[in-house]
């Protein structure tokens, strides 16, 4: 197994803007069932297991146990708010030193207050820590004015690593691809020479294969307590029955898909998943964030892709391509002849 996701309640402590999650759900994994999930890993470790919600740090006996399960790379996001408001989810870091943590922080203050509540993070602290960190930096229509202003305030607090990740509910229009664009130049005009990773500019997929590996590589456990063939539908258990997802005059797709039926966990198989092949020959294939989940919820189809995303993956694997030919070229001048592809 690639990518195991558990979500231990979808339940939060936030009510930030742009999240779909409904976080009143009564869905709580039991301690028994962290503890199948542990054994679960005994047989089939996880490249990297990865704790989703809602907040995990409500929950921190349930990632006391689930801590020792076996993997490679353990990781719990958060919003920050368990770290400023009790001592409790710092003693379980410093535990264990092997968690990473990232805190979702959406660049500058000003920024970050457009769709999330106050930051109170003790950022210094939370960057001292013996653990990986990064920051999360959730890219929404409102604060993608602010983006390459917001890499340079995480860059300056001292963040080596940021994810950022689109806002995917939110169409962009050709204004917003055209300013997509602009601040991602600005932002990797910026970044050339420092040793930050961003997501957006540094990702890359492995050559000839999509990302996810949906249904073989990437499982998911739902607050349910069931397994789905995908972390997003584990994420969001009631996906095909939540209209709010379905753009005008879509129809649910068909209960056949295993991916979006959650099986009971110790019963789990693997599943095949074909993708769709209109992208199997695109010339970005491999920079692509192809996600069949975020197909449906973006066209009502797990197999249609949304043609904004589909240019913003475009503009985003331009820039990018450009931005680490650059990077070769300071760090190899004669990179500077080499034709640029892409």
């Given amino acids: 197994m690639r990518w195991l ?10 009510r930030c803007g742009f999240c779909p999650v409904d976080k009143d759900v009564p869905d709580l994994l039991s301690i028994e069932q962290i503890r199948k999930i542990v054994d679960w890993t005994e047989k089939d470790p996880p490249d990297i297991l990865q704790v989703f919600g809602g907040e995990p740090f409500l929950f921190v006996d349930h990632l006391r146990e689930l801590v020792k399960a076996r993997c490679g790379e353990f990781w719990i996001p958060t919003n920050g708010r368990p770290l400023s408001a009790s001592e409790e989810p710092w003693r379980f870091l410093a535990d264990h030193p092997r968690v990473g943590c990232t805190v979702a922080i959406d660049g500058t ?8 509540p106050r930051l109170a993070l003790d950022i210094p602290r939370f960057l001292a820590l013996p653990n990986p960190t990064a920051a999360n930096y959730a890219m929404t229509r409102d604060n993608l004015p602010h983006f390459a202003a ?5 860059v300056e607090q001292g963040f080596k690593v940021i ?21 991602l130049e600005r932002a990797a005009d910026y970044l050339l020479g420092k040793n ?7 990702h890359q997929n492995p050559p000839g294969r999509h990302y996810c590996d949906l249904g073989r590589g990437c499982i998911g456990v739902g ?12 994420t969001f258990p009631n996906a095909l029955r939540h209209e ?17 039926l959650g099986e009971e966990l ?16 695109c010339d970005i294939r491999d920079d692509c964030w192809l996600c069949p989940a975020s197909n449906y919820f973006l066209t009502g189809d797990l197999n249609r892709v949304a043609p904004w995303f589909c240019d913003a993956m475009r503009v985003r694997a331009q820039v990018k391509n450009s931005y680490q030919h650059r990077k070769r070229a300071l760090r190899e001048p004669a990179a500077a002849a080499t034709p640029l592809l892409g």
């Fill in 109 to 116: 203050p000003e920024s970050h207050a457009l769709a999330r």
């Fill in 196 to 202: 930050v990773y961003v997501a957006l500019l540094d």
């Fill in 150 to 154: 917001g890499i340079r305030f995480l």
């Fill in 266 to 281: 110790g019963r789990h198989g693997e599943r095949d998943y074909v993708y769709p092949t209109e992208c199997d020959f």
């Fill in 244 to 260: 709010a997802w379905l753009p005008a005059g879509a129809a649910a797709p068909a209960r056949r898909f295993h991916l979006c």
């Fill in 5 to 14: 996701t558990v979500v231990i309640s979808n339940r939060c402590d936030s």
């Fill in 223 to 234: 607050s349910n307590g069931r397994v789905y063939l995908c972390c997003v539908f584990a």
């Fill in 163 to 183: 994810h950022t990740n689109f806002v995917r509910e939110q169409p962009y229009t050709p204004d917003h691809l055209r300013l997509f664009r602009r601040q």
